[in-house]
């Protein structure tokens, strides 16, 4: 921990590794590039949500013979992209599942014939039953996947829940909502193919993860590994759309340049990419809660559903971290969670920011509130009497070994927000306005990296080498797409050399050149990875110390020239880690028990919330975000990240719906799914506590998830705190706070809180 | 200097300059502009977001306006003068707001960012102290779905020529983030 407080670059905001390209323009997204001979790619897709095909018609007003045409009976390999489950086909064959369903994919040198080309491909359907909601798919009349609809369950149990009985001196329910989210990165998804018979598959794309691309273009095409090649393009935004969906559309471009013998480009529009691509699962989560005469929790008890859309894709590991994040970061002795994911014919759901914890922390925190008003207890203090502390065991009965301070953290939200004395101001204030103040909470817990032995079974392995001209290179396959990865891995790899930040790079993201070192996901780059290059560069210097004579201490030209006694002696300079767990890391995945997670993130978030009862509208006028999330490797990105999750929670909810019409994205433009914009966002206050995590790299924790798990629930608290009025269901819009407001008060008595 | 000039008999002339560079074109006049700063000019740095006018990131100068350039057909540019993010840097040193992005955090994914330093090179040039409510309206029509636009108020603030009335960013309550 000492050790940790000395660093020299590790803690410093030092320009973003790759930032001059990006300001001058010059950065290239899978869109900038082109390649020689290249085709451009476009897909044909199901207009009905469930049904046979019958047959596909080709309009005889347009050459076809200019065009690849690819159809399911192109496809080599298996016509599947698997990312747990067997089920979603690379292109449909016979039958539809949703709307939106690539069936046939066409390339043309020219990409403006493709348009009017999409258009004259007439696909035929015998049209079969779909469902649209969680409760249709519940109900079982109509069966669209499996034997039951059923994606995924999970039970999780703590206690015994119903032996609580006459103990109880409070019994509280409710029930909460959450809609589909889009991920609206700015850049479209976008793939660049080509094939060869002797060298395979190669893809440049916009994406985050490129062994999962490897993976499917290798089942796809029924390829050896060193036949696939990817390599991840400048991304624009990922928020983790570009998680899963890649791999369809890498597949998509690869067939259409494996069939053209050109390399294909497919790069969405906004309205293809809105209507076609995944999104949050829609969630509803009933919670019953009993507890003694002081507020304290005696068992919870919940009801978890999310929508999982047509295909399985993530849908399982979602309501995992769903399940895990669905009690809020409080003691408790009897827990019961029945979680359980359902099939739809909507486009599938996928991996988004949070990857289901916004959905249970939703539901928990606003139900912590509604706990608060029916017990006449402040929603602070019940939150108080209930934290977890040091020692204590969780839902999972996993010992909080590492130090946990919410009650330091929620001591410093208030004091930053200045939260009793504003809340007493408004309660003065409000009677005598229309305009409605208040302030909301949420106190909760992001866990990093994989759930339970997912790390363990990912065996990530990463590392650094040095080239001759002096640069030494971290080789992990983790992805840059806004968040930091290049500047954070180049920023340890620096600091754990003790050589310059600028003599550090990021190798290129090239599955031809960079071990696996697993997905850009779950918060486990800084804390995973970053552990990985710390070791790997302490084994550097320990192998230069052993063959070559490095000193303990050195300047960086000695360092370089060890190296280059290495390099004589051995051949090449590179030094690779596997994944090592924290001890004593036992998960029972049957019985949903022990560690879930490596290392946890705490937060509280505080946000105050204006309600125009004249118009209707609700606006967040600030907001405080105090957190712990071990050492801060960079201030400003870390900041950054906590700013940009914090908007992205606040469109979630106040702004983002999904607006369904017969299964398909009504609106599916950027001009009527609105998010948050420059005049929207109020002024938002960033608080780190730092307690080095023993096991992340330089102490670090997982970052990137947690600041869109709470603004949703505290924005929705704080209009409960200024209207009376509960709302359950997100996202809240004007005509939605119109409804439940007029249904509440009579318009006369709207200026009594 | 001269740019691009492409001859094709079916099409207008279509004449401008593209930071500081002629460019005669023979091209389909409803051709988006966009297009033909990416396609037929090769200038990439302009992004495509959304095609409809609503996130910015396609945003250029033209002729001391923003613009969408995803919304003007080019034959709206015949005689214009046009400046991209290419042409931002002077003599291989970064502009002021460029420099401040970087050092502030301004640009995350780098998606939006060529339309943001545009949209803020635009207002600093009609407004040179701007305040932050002026800042928020003339970044309004520039989404960036990263940083919450914290750190690209900071990043215009910091762009600020100091002489002269108080500077943007001291003109909110707004804190700078507290590592402790």
Redesign the interface.
């Known amino acids: 921990m000492e050790k940790h407080l000395a660093t020299r670059i590790v ?1 410093a ?1 030092v ?2 590794k ?12 899978v ?2 590039i082109e390649r020689e001979g290249m085709w451009h790619g476009a897909t044909v897709r199901s207009s009905i949500s469930r049904g046979q095909i019958r047959s596909i018609v080709f309009d005889r007003r347009i050459d076809w013979s200019e065009f690849t045409i690819v159809t399911a009976a192109d496809i080599p390999g298996d016509n599947c992209i698997q990312l747990i489950v067997a089920d979603q086909p690379c292109l449909a064959d016979r039958k539809v599942n949703h709307c939106e369903e690539p069936i046939v994919l066409l390339a043309h040198p020219d990409k403006h014939k493709l348009r009017e080309a999409v258009g004259a491909v007439r696909v035929e359907y015998e049209a079969l039953p779909a469902i649209f909601t969680i409760e249709e798919s519940e109900r079982q009349n109509v069966i669209v996947w499996g034997a039951d609809n059923l994606l995924k369950t999970f039970f999780l149990e703590k206690g015994d829940v119903d032996s609580v009985g006459a103990a109880a001196a409070h019994i509280v329910e409710g029930e909460y909502r959450t809609g589909a989210q889009e ?6 998804q976008g793939m660049i193919a080509e094939y060869s018979e002797k060298t395979g598959v190669t893809v440049w794309g916009s994406l985050q993860c490129p062994y999962y691309v490897v993976k499917a273009l290798r089942a796809v095409f029924d390829l050896a590994e060193n036949n696939v090649r990817v390599i991840q393009t ?6 983790g759309g570009k998680e899963d969906f890649p791999s369809n559309l890498a597949c998509h471009a690869a067939l259409l340049a494996m069939k053209s013998g050109h390399p294909v480009k497919m790069v969405y ?2 309205m293809e990419d809105l209507a076609a691509t995944t999104k949050r699962h829609p969630s509803r989560v009933r919670h019953r809660t009993a507890l003694d005469k002081d507020g304290k929790l005696l068992a919870i008890d919940i009801d978890l559903a999310t929508d999982g859309g047509a295909y399985a894709t993530l849908s399982s590991t979602v309501l995992s971290r769903a399940t895990l994040h669905s009690t809020g970061p409080y003691l408790c002795p009897n827990i019961r969670v029945r979680a359980s994911s359902w099939a739809t014919n909507l486009v599938p759901y996928g991996a988004f920011r949070g990857f289901g914890a916004p959905q249970a922390i939703f539901a928990m925190e606003r139900h912590m509130d509604e706990i608060a008003a029916t017990l006449g207890i402040d929603p602070v203090e019940l939150r108080r009497r209930n934290f977890l502390h040091t020692g204590d065991a969780n839902a999972t009965e996993q010992e909080m070994r590492e130090p946990l301070i919410l009650d330091q953290l929620l001591d410093r939200a208030l004091k930053e927000s200045d939260y009793h004395a504003r809340r007493a101001q408004y309660a003065r204030e409000n009677p005598g306005s229309n305009v409605k103040r208040g302030l909301g909470l949420a106190a909760f817990y992001h866990g990093s990296g994989f759930t339970g032995s997912g790390e363990v079974y990912l065996n990530s392995l990463g590392g650094v080498d040095v080239t001759p001209e002096g640069t030494v290179r971290v080789l992990v396959s983790n992805t840059e ?4 990865t290049n500047t954070i891995l180049t920023q340890v790899a620096a600091e754990a050399l003790a050589i310059d930040y600028a003599n550090v790079m990021m190798a290129s993201p090239d599955t031809g050149l960079v071990p696996n070192s697993g997905p850009t996901v779950a918060s486990r780059t800084s804390m995973v990875i970053g552990r990985i290059i710390e070791r790997a560069c302490a084994q550097l210097l320990k192998m230069l110390h052993e063959h070559v004579g490095l000193g303990s201490t050195y300047t960086e030209k000695e360092f370089f020239a060890a190296c280059e006694r290495y390099r004589a002696l051995r051949g090449e300079v590179m030094s690779l880690c596997r994944y090592e767990a924290p001890p004593s890391i036992v998960w029972d995945d049957q019985k949903y028990h022990g560690e879930a997670y490596g290392a946890y993130a705490w937060a509280i978030y505080i946000a105050q919330v204006a309600v125009d009862t004249v118009t209707y509208s609700a606006d967040v006028e600030d907001f405080w975000a105090v957190q712990e999330v071990g050492r ?1 490797i960079h ?6 990240q ?7 929670g606040i469109g979630y909810a106040l702004y983002e719906k999904v607006v369904w019409q017969d299964g398909r994205m009504a609106n599916n ?3 009527n799914y609105i ?1 948050p ?3 929207d ?1 109020p ?8 307690i080095p995590f023993r096991y992340g790299g330089f102490g670090a924790k997982g970052i990137g998830e947690l600041p869109h798990d709470g603004p949703a629930p505290a924005i929705l608290n704080a209009i409960r705190d200024a209207t009376g009025v509960a709302f359950n269901a997100i996202p809240l819009l004007p005509e939605d706070l119109y409804a439940g407001l007029t249904a509440a008060q009579p318009a006369e008595n709207m200026a009594m809180r | 200097m001269s740019g691009h000039t492409t001859l094709d008999r079916c099409w207008p002339t279509i004449r401008f300059s593209v930071n500081g560079q002629h460019n005669q074109l023979n091209i389909s006049p409803m051709k988006r502009l966009l297009d033909v700063l990416r396609e037929d000019l090769g200038l990439t740095g302009t992004k495509e977001g959304c095609g409809e006018g609503e996130c910015g990131s396609c945003s250029v100068r033209m002729n001391g306006e923003l613009v969408n350039s995803c919304l003007v057909p080019v034959l709206q540019a015949d005689g214009a003068e046009i400046q991209t993010v290419e042409g931002l840097a002077l003599n291989g040193a970064l502009h002021p707001l460029q420099k401040a992005f970087l050092e502030q955090g301004g640009a995350q994914c780098g998606i939006c960012t060529p339309g943001m330093l545009m949209a803020s090179a635009q207002l600093l040039e009609t407004n040179p102290h701007p305040s932050m409510a002026e800042i928020r309206e003339a970044l309004a029509g520039n989404l960036c779905r990263c940083t919450g636009f914290m750190r690209i108020f900071e990043s215009v603030g910091a762009a600020i020529a100091p002489e002269g009335t108080a500077h943007a960013a001291d003109s909110t309550k707004r804190e700078t983030p507290h590592a402790r």
């Open positions: 803690g905001s320009p973003r790759e930032g001059v390209d990006k300001l001058l323009g010059r950065a290239r997204y869109d900038d991920h609206l990165y700015i850049e479209n400048e991304t624009g935004g990922a928020f529009d906004r797409f806004g968040q930091g801060v201030p400003v990105m870390a900041a950054g906590v700013e940009g999750g914090i908007a992205q433009q950027m001009t998010m914009t420059a005049e966002v002024p938002i206050h960033v608080y780190f506590e730092q």
